[in-house]
DNA sequence: TTAAATCATACTATTTTAGTAGGAATTGAA
DNA sequence: TTCAATTCCTACTAAAATAGTATGATTTAA
């Protein structure tokens, strides 16, 4: 169990975005600096886009840049957006109903685990991972 | 990124056993309990064996039985066993040697959070799984 | 008009996961 | 001695997830 490359290089991308302040970068500019296959990059900061964690300029001399401080974004909430958040006991959440929940010797343990991990990818911040303070 | 079914099982498995005290119990039996494939289960127990985490008995009879109390394991022990303890930065460990490693921003903060999951699995023990005392 | 850039979407190769399958070896009991 | 219950060993496989690749449309500054 390792984290993906996907929720990695979004981590990345952010704080890299967060380094250059209101500077617009562009895809191949964040690929050379963090050895990111370009397209794959592209897809993972359309989702940012998408989600209004990012903002865009299209065309020439465009780019991305944030839409807040680096302060204001959780480590958390970018990991949600690609969906590469750790949830180490899927059979709880959403629609998933274990036939055998009763008997589970385990999931308490999976749930508190969840519930630290949250805890501090919540708490991290954009900021913290730019002055390297984890 | 959740926690593997193989680890899970495993995880289930040594409960199971803590519960039975030095009773023997055999595959068929774990299987129906929680409802564990028993052939996918021979293979993860026998794991558990070969690294003395669990006693076997074989013909007739025989079956499986912890080797220590259910309060001298950690479940990082059993992780450990099967391969499914998390670790989030497989970068920095063993053979990896990232070519990025400077410039990488995002790595103390998985450092950080691999040892906090470290850090809760290797305290929590089998008892405490048998008590629900997370 | 052109070149630089994002946006959108489909495809694919590789790896990992989660089993399945078959049989050999061991042992208690009839 | 034979049989049935059981563990041990190892190879195989189907499905899903991961990590990209590929192609082209759209937008915009110069």
């Known amino acids: 169990m390792k984290i993906s490359s996907k929720g990695r290089y979004a981590v990345e991308i952010m704080v890299e975005l967060a380094k250059s302040g209101q500077e617009l970068v562009s895809v191949a500019s964040l690929s050379a600096r963090q050895n990111i296959p370009p397209k794959y990059l592209e897809q993972i900061i359309n989702k940012l886009v998408k989600a209004n964690k990012v903002a865009s300029v299209r065309g020439a001399g465009?780019?991305?840049?944030?839409?807040?401080?680096?302060?204001?974004?959780?480590?958390?909430?970018?990991?949600?957006?690609?969906?590469?958040?750790?949830?180490?006991?899927?059979?709880?959440?959403?629609?998933?109903?274990?036939?055998?929940?009763?008997?589970?010797?385990?999931?308490?343990?999976?749930?508190?685990?969840?519930?630290?991990?949250?805890?501090?990818?919540?708490?991290?911040?954009l900021q913290n991972l730019v002055d390297k303070s984890y």
């Open 62 to 125: 465009g780019g991305y840049r944030l839409t807040k401080k680096p302060k204001d974004y959780s480590i958390a909430e970018i990991l949600l957006v690609t969906g590469d958040m750790p949830d180490l006991a899927p059979c709880l959440s959403s629609d998933a109903t274990c036939p055998k929940k009763a008997e589970c010797n385990s999931i308490g343990c999976w749930e508190t685990l969840n519930a630290l991990i949250y805890n501090y990818l919540s708490k991290l911040t």
